[in-house]
């Protein structure tokens, strides 16, 4: 594996956070509507009910995008009154450069923010750096390089206004096709990980996470934090997923492809240490896509 396109700084370790994370809906009842419009506008609904609260939050997304140019646009409004706006151009001005402004507005109580945005990538390097104008200002940038599957980067935070640095953090990976491995120094070097993926084979994927939190040596809370999960193939329309931390929360999880364009998911998360309590979390998730 020679020189190629690293992923970005947020995106790293992120098959094993995506194994642990996703297709588990617990706690709520979400439904999302995916559709494209004959000018190629696409079209997202998103509604979530919080199964102990009873809240329902909805959201209503639409991007357009003009492959010719190299434009996106996108444009959201959320049950919560906030209208958000995003413009990305993208390869235009220089292969592998891209612009981005996104702005954002709360009518109720005038809130606002806006951020302008520049990204950089080409073999072997990748890098973004924002500039959030209504909050500090506050500059936060970071990159990555990376070659014959390695890769390593960082990423700092600069409060313009008090002149100093808010945040910072560092990362290292590796990346083979069948495995990968993450490394994380984040929270100014408060908070470090270790992670794993796995695709054993085509049927079968396994990875894991280890979390040392500095802060949790003071307290009563176990310092290191494990999960370890596993997503199997039933076959090509459905999978499960199971998960298990050192605290005794087992999650489980299944996800079933009813046609073409709709999906659910069915999930749950156990405390087998209070198995006879009403400690454990369910949730039920529909995606409909046309």
């Known amino acids: 594996m020679a020189s190629y396109i690293p992923v970005p700084f947020a995106d790293v370790g992120k098959a094993s956070n995506d194994l642990l994370g996703k297709d588990f809906p617990v706690g709520q009842t979400k439904f999302e509507v995916k559709t494209v419009a004959p000018n190629g506008v696409t079209f997202n609904v998103l509604g979530n009910q919080d ?3 009873g809240a329902i939050n909805g959201e209503l997304k639409t991007k357009y995008v003009d492959f010719k ?3 996106t646009v996108t444009e959201a409004w959320t049950t919560g009154n906030v209208l958000t706006t995003q413009i990305e151009l993208e390869n235009k001005v ?11 507005f709360l009518p109720s109580e005038g809130k606002k923010n806006a951020k302008v945005g520049v990204q950089y990538k080409q073999l072997g390097f990748n890098s973004r750096a924002y500039v959030d104008l209504f909050k500090g200002p506050t500059f936060t940038g970071d990159v990555v390089v990376g070659r014959d599957g390695f890769l390593v980067g960082g990423d700092v935070a600069y409060d313009v ?7 910072f953090a560092a990362a290292a ?10 490394l994380h120094a984040q929270n100014s070097f408060k908070v470090f990980s270790a992670s794993y993926y796995h695709r054993i084979n085509a049927d079968l994927e396994a990875g894991g996470k280890a979390v040392w939190d500095a802060k949790a040596e003071k307290g009563p809370k176990t310092p290191v934090a494990l999960e370890v999960g596993a997503k199997l193939y039933l076959d090509r329309d459905a999978f499960v997923k199971a998960k298990v931390n050192n605290a005794g929360v087992l999650g489980l999880g299944y996800t079933q492809a009813l046609r073409k364009g709709v ?3 069915i999930a749950g998360l156990f405390d087998t240490t209070k198995l006879d ?3 454990h979390k369910l949730g039920l998730s529909f995606v409909f896509e046309a």
């Open 277 to 279: 309590q009403p400690a």
């Open 263 to 265: 999906k659910v998911s």
């Open 69 to 71: 140019n190299g434009l």
């Open 94 to 104: 220089a292969k592998g450069l891209k612009f981005d402004v996104t702005g954002g």
């Open 161 to 167: 206004g008090a002149a100093k640095v808010s945040r």
């Open 173 to 182: 990976g590796y990346t083979a096709p069948e495995y990968s491995v993450a």
């Open 51 to 53: 199964n102990k609260s």
